[in-house]
């Protein structure tokens, strides 16, 4: 079972996550493959009320998110994104100058920081100047390049407009239009931070804490609760759901490119940890239990997502040979076929099968009634809004909601440079607070 560990902020007076412990070791490394959960309500300080979350600096978050430590935070405070904005130095990696958008990506690749000159010329109009637009466009080209070509990692791209004419001539105008920045955050199908903003219900808070486990603990708690025998709907369904949420954004992430380029079956099955592990089971259970109606439920919502994500285009050769999405959709019913076989007993898993394909039908004729009112967004689309649904309302948010899109990851220079001033005072305010709780034990003799 979980075993549950209080770190007491009033009392130990921090949450730095990489300060050396009395006991040896950090906060990061003590729960690394593990979660934290922040209760972010303010408590009376020397100088007034103090909330946990101002005493967590959002770099060692993310680096001890990005090996392994899932944190949700629980409570008001200003969400995901800060956190999902790195500083230049959060990871660590060097910077190295690239040409141009292809030498960049090759940058990016050896996992380093990418630092692109971008120029441009005018020819015979010399009048001509380059806008802070064309650079922002250039800057979401290069977010999109980094996005096809790794779909798995999260960058965001800072463009700082600062043109200079260098050269003129017959041939034009040449302008230093100014830089565009790589700074890696999140990978895409992360889930290792959740937020419950305000006062969530206890089935809210239940879903970010889920959330926010691994998805290895996650099938942990699934195994248990099937093999509680009074283990109601409502518990295996909180579970279900965030599984079904790391399995999809898994899944999208991994279609994400569309064209196979090269990639086997095999390479793609080893893309796919979490459907691999999905598929060596979780148990066993009756069909006609609160477990099998769970597990029947788990499989065609995770059937009828691999199947929303390939288009009638990708059904029919050659495309079905070249597109991703074909073959993660052949290796999702695979692994649904082994978790049929492994939790449930040969005489009901024909039966468990019909009522996985019910669902599935049933999901698909959903689509059919709603894609009128879709707005013009797909079937994919839909599958991956039906599949997040948990996380639909305003209270809880994943990081895998945030930072999807290639726009969402272009920043301005200024906005950046303002998200690291605030920062930076922040760390001060923090220091500050760290002080006088420490002077204040010690007045005690704590």
Do not use: C
């Amino acid at each position: 079972m979980a075993r549950l560990a209080l770190w007491d902020v009033s009392r130990e007076g921090h949450l730095d996550l990489e300060r050396p412990l009395a006991g040896g070791g950090t906060l990061a490394e003590l729960f690394a493959g593990k979660a934290i959960v922040i209760l972010d309500r303010p408590f009376d300080g020397p100088g007034g009320p103090i909330s946990p979350r101002d005493l967590l600096d959002p770099d060692q978050a993310l680096r001890a998110a990005a090996t392994g430590l899932d944190l949700a935070l629980i409570g008001d405070g200003p969400g995901l994104r800060d956190l999902l904005t790195p500083s230049p130095t959060a990871t660590g990696t060097a910077t190295d100058v690239a040409d141009d958008r292809a030498a960049a990506l090759g940058v990016v690749a050896r996992g380093r920081r990418a630092l692109v000159p971008v120029f441009r010329r005018f020819p015979l109009l010399r009048w001509r100047r380059p806008t802070a637009a064309w650079l922002s466009a250039q800057a979401e080209r290069l977010s999109a390049a980094l996005a096809q070509a790794l779909p798995t990692q999260r960058h965001l791209v800072i463009h700082r407009f600062e043109p200079e004419r260098v050269a003129g001539g017959w041939r034009g105008a040449l302008w230093r239009v100014g830089t565009l920045e790589t700074v890696r955050t999140l990978d895409a199908d992360a889930g290792a931070m959740v937020h419950a903003a305000g006062t969530p219900s206890t089935g809210e808070a239940t879903l970010a804490m889920l959330v926010a486990l691994d998805f290895d603990q996650q099938l942990e708690r699934l195994r248990w609760t099937l093999a509680d025998p009074g283990a109601t709907l409502g518990a295996l369904t909180a579970i279900v759901d965030a599984l079904v949420i790391d399995v999809a954004s898994e899944l999208e992430v991994i279609n994400r490119p569309g064209r196979r380029r090269g990639a086997s079956a095999d390479d793609l099955a080893a893309a796919l940890p979490r459907l691999h592990a999905l598929g060596h089971g979780v148990g066993t259970t009756a069909l006609d239990t609160p477990g099998g109606v769970a597990v029947v439920d788990l499989a065609s919502r995770i059937a009828s997502f691999a199947a929303s994500q390939v288009d009638w285009l990708d059904r029919l050769p050659p495309w079905r040979w070249w597109r991703r999405a074909p073959a993660t959709a052949r290796l999702a019913t695979a692994a649904l076929e082994a978790l049929v076989a492994s939790v449930f007993a040969p005489d009901e898993q024909a039966a468990a099968r019909a009522a996985i394909a019910a669902r599935v039908a049933a999901h698909r004729q959903a689509y059919r009634v709603a894609r009128r009112g879709l707005g013009g967004a797909g079937r994919r689309a839909y599958g991956l809004r039906a599949a997040l649904a948990p996380l639909a309302s305003d209270v809880v948010t994943a990081d895998i909601e945030l930072l999807t899109s290639a726009a969402e990851r272009v920043v301005t220079g200024d906005a950046y440079d303002d998200v690291l001033a605030e920062r930076e005072a922040a760390a001060a305010r923090r220091a500050r607070v760290v002080d006088a709780l420490a002077a204040e034990r010690a007045a005690l003799g704590a």
